[in-house]
């Protein structure tokens, strides 16, 4: 047990009398969840972290802390103070002056109540209203709470706190769950229509979080193909509200369900931070709004726009989970939460720390134009270099030369793989190396013979043209019947060629949004139906070959969320496949994301995207700190060079731990100089890599200061000989050596010296 845990617990025991109900979760194992029976406080702590909310005697759930961990015993219920405000609105029921919404720390909020800030809830009623009155009702603690249909993670400890709205007959379920080794709450919430008639639910957030000071910054990750996940950071300003969304079906290459409220001087290793992140795949909305009292309230969940989700009487409706992380030492300390979190509660063990194969993928070397004489050649080269595995992308089934047609067809092109994809397998397993296959199980394209056989199988107004995305249609996932038969025919893929390795891709986004399967009644239901159907298809291949790494991919890193993490330990990380670019790539994506979910390759220069030339190097250091692989024609490389990527290939596993396992501290990120430090757990290995941008003139030495080191700790840097404490290295720095080249690149690896 943590010491602090200790200390909390030894207090709870000293004061029973304030009516702690304690026993339930000690017989349990380890404290996580309290309840204050006399106050109807919860306390929920979550590896070092506190959130306090409790109902009050309206039956309002109100929040009262999140942050670090403070003592369970405490009574903190002065901190719900509110104010007496001129042209307020109180609600029924209302006793004193005081009794207004619109000034409260509210857990939820419902529309048309008296709080004019954005609700989390709203519901069309039967009678046209969307007035709505939810009030406590009691609470569970759940051991093993996770969704049918969505993502959610293990091993937490759940609270389940029901709200019931008895005019409307609706019940209201809000969700958290905690874990004793990270510092995040999970949130969600669950709609249960009691009532005779049917409801519509408007908007279901997945969580909702009032703070009492609305003195943050937002940090978000926004961007376009090839440029994912930009970090931006807006001042706040008062009454402004600021969102995060997207409508395009999936959570796409211009914004990333992640949203972080940071104090105005927080860095990277300095000030609060809160981060919250959608375990959700598709449209979604995160928001930020600063009310006229300066009260902030974060929200998000499934986007509200194009959605209505009819509520049929003895029905119920869950939200995705949301993950939120605290931290008390900047951005650092709440991105390595994050991570920690996916690793441990997210990715499927049996991957999440085990070393993944190291690929060559065949995209870049020869796009459609291949054989099985030519792959034979890419394989054989692969083997020379220590690879892992040889993964065969897009191309390989009938009339696939282009991205004209085969989408939906999914039947071996035996004219361009003579034996077929067996003959592929074999010679791959012969050498010892993995066998990976691209796929585009979404997709259709119209001159496939699924396309004529099921022309209702795809998303679109039958009263209008069809909208197309790279020549092609999105199929209607929303429709059982579609996800069971792409699984079968995916299935026999993989299980009759011995597959070991799946890429899958899904390259454009959703529009006309209508499946021919629902009713007009069901219509706004189809976009969130449609990312269940792929988390259906994605459970039922994943549990059908539980041996079988799947790596995520959407145009690139179009799709790049946690839910995807989910299923797919590893994702494409963006289809800008420049080291340079690559920097700022993966610098916002560690905000939230571990560096082992990121797929990142070597590839050729000039670069396909950019044109850049780098030198081996630089492209090594990069890509080196992530899911690593090889995007380049490795054939054509001289037999110096085959032997310099062997070399890296032998660094890379050598250090594999640092991205499977170690601590991510970004040490710099600006365009002329990004470096970042990767450390075990223990602190007693860490490397840092770094790339310099433009030369300046004058350019001088650059100190560098490389923070996650144990300062009591000496440490021999490999390349330099010395021995300095972790302490001096993060506090003095390093001088990094004067660069003279444009893209200069340096590692340094440091050893806990004996």
Not at 209 to 220: A, E, M
Not at 288 to 297: P, Q, T, Y
Not at 451 to 462: G, I, Q
Request: glycine share 8%; proline share 3%.
């Amino acid at each position: 047990m943590h010491t602090n845990r200790m200390k909390i617990f030894l207090g709870m025991y000293k004061q029973t009398k304030n009516c702690y109900n304690v026993l339930e979760n000690i017989l349990q194992g380890e404290v996580m969840i309290h309840y204050n029976a006399e106050k109807r406080m919860f306390h929920l702590q979550s590896g070092n972290v506190s959130y306090v909310f409790f109902a009050d005697r309206h039956g309002f759930l109100r929040h009262l802390y999140f942050g670090e961990a403070i003592p369970a015993q405490e009574d903190i219920l002065y901190l719900s103070q509110t104010a007496f405000l001129g042209a307020a609105v109180n609600f029924d029921g209302a006793t004193m002056p005081n009794d207004n919404l619109n000034a409260m720390l509210l857990e939820n909020s419902c529309s048309q109540l008296g709080d004019y800030r954005r609700p989390s809830v709203e519901v069309l009623l039967p009678n046209g209203s969307r007035l709505t009155d939810f009030r406590y009702n009691g609470y569970k603690i759940l051991q093993h709470f996770t969704l049918s249909e969505m993502p959610f993670p293990r091993d937490g400890e759940t609270l389940e706190v029901q709200l019931s709205d008895s005019v409307n007959n609706l019940d209201l379920y809000l969700y958290y769950t905690v874990f004793d080794d990270c510092d995040v709450v999970v949130r969600n919430c669950k709609l249960v229509n009691n009532g005779k008639n049917d409801v519509t639910v408007l908007k279901l957030s997945s969580f909702m979080l009032d703070l009492y000071d609305s003195n943050y910054d937002t940090v978000q990750l926004v961007g376009n193909w090839a440029g994912e996940r930009q970090i931006v950071r807006n001042c706040s300003h008062g009454g402004i509200l600021q969102v995060t969304s997207s409508g395009r079906g999936v959570s796409s290459h211009c914004h990333n369900p992640f949203l972080a409220l940071v104090s105005p001087y927080a860095t990277e290793n300095e000030g609060e931070a809160i981060g919250v992140n959608l375990l959700y795949s598709g449209s979604f909305s995160l928001s930020a709004e600063n009310s006229s009292l300066k009260i902030c309230r974060l929200q998000g969940g499934i986007d509200s726009d194009n959605f209505r989700w009819l509520l049929q009487s003895g029905s119920e409706f869950y939200s995705p989970a949301a993950v939120m992380a605290f931290s008390a030492h900047g951005l650092g300390e709440m991105s390595r939460a994050f991570h920690n979190f996916y690793r441990k509660h997210v990715v499927n063990p049996k991957f999440a720390f085990a070393p993944r194969p190291i690929v060559v993928n065949n995209w870049e070397a020869t796009y459609f134009d291949f054989d099985t004489d030519k792959l034979f050649e890419i394989i054989d080269c692969a083997k020379q270099i220590g690879a892992d595995a040889f993964v065969l992308d897009d191309g390989w089934f009938t009339n696939r030369n282009n991205d004209t047609n085969g989408l939906g067809d999914w039947q071996v092109n035996t004219q361009k793989l003579r034996g077929g994809l067996k003959q592929i397998a074999k010679k791959c397993h012969d050498l010892q190396l993995k066998f990976g296959l691209w796929i585009e199980p979404e997709m259709v394209n119209e001159g496939t013979e699924l396309f004529r056989t099921h022309p209702e199988w795809v998303l679109h107004n039958p009263d209008a043209g069809r909208v197309r995305g790279r020549n092609q249609l999105v199929l209607d996932f929303a429709n059982p019947e579609v996800v069971e038969h792409i699984f079968r025919k995916i299935s026999d893929i993989i299980g009759e060629n011995d597959v070991d390795y799946v890429k899958w891709d899904m390259n454009r986004y959703l529009a006309d949004l209508y499946s021919p399967f629902l009713p007009a009644q069901r219509q706004g239901e189809v976009a969130h139906r449609y990312v269940l159907g792929v988390y259906s298809l994605a459970q039922k291949l994943t549990q059908r070959f539980p041996d079988v790494l799947m790596e995520g991919c959407s145009g690139g890193g179009g799709r790049f969320d946690g839910a995807m993490l989910y299923y797919f330990p590893q994702i494409w990380t963006s289809d800008n496949t420049d080291a340079y670019c690559r920097t700022f790539i993966q610098q916002g994506t560690s905000l939230c994301y571990p560096q082992s979910a990121m797929s990142a390759h070597y590839s050729v220069c000039p670069n396909h995207q950019t044109g850049r030339t780098l030198s081996s190097e630089a492209r090594y250091n990069v890509a080196c700190t992530c899911s690593f692989g090889y995007e380049l024609d490795i054939c054509k490389l001289s037999e110096e060079e085959k032997a310099q990527i062997s070399k890296q290939i032998a660094d890379y596993r050598t250090y594999w731990k640092l991205v499977s396992e170690g601590d991510l501290y970004r040490l710099s990120s600006t365009q002329q100089l990004w470096a970042v430090c990767q450390v075990l757990p223990d602190k007693s290995l860490a490397r840092v890599v770094g790339l310099h941008g433009l030369i300046l003139e004058n350019q001088r030495p650059v100190l560098l200061k490389i923070h996650g080191l144990d300062d009591d700790f000496d440490y021999l840097i490999q390349e330099t000989g010395q021995t300095v404490s972790g302490k001096t290295l993060r506090s003095a720095g390093i001088l990094l050596p004067q660069v003279f080249s444009d893209f200069a690149t340096f590692a340094l690896h440091l050893k806990k010296a004996n």
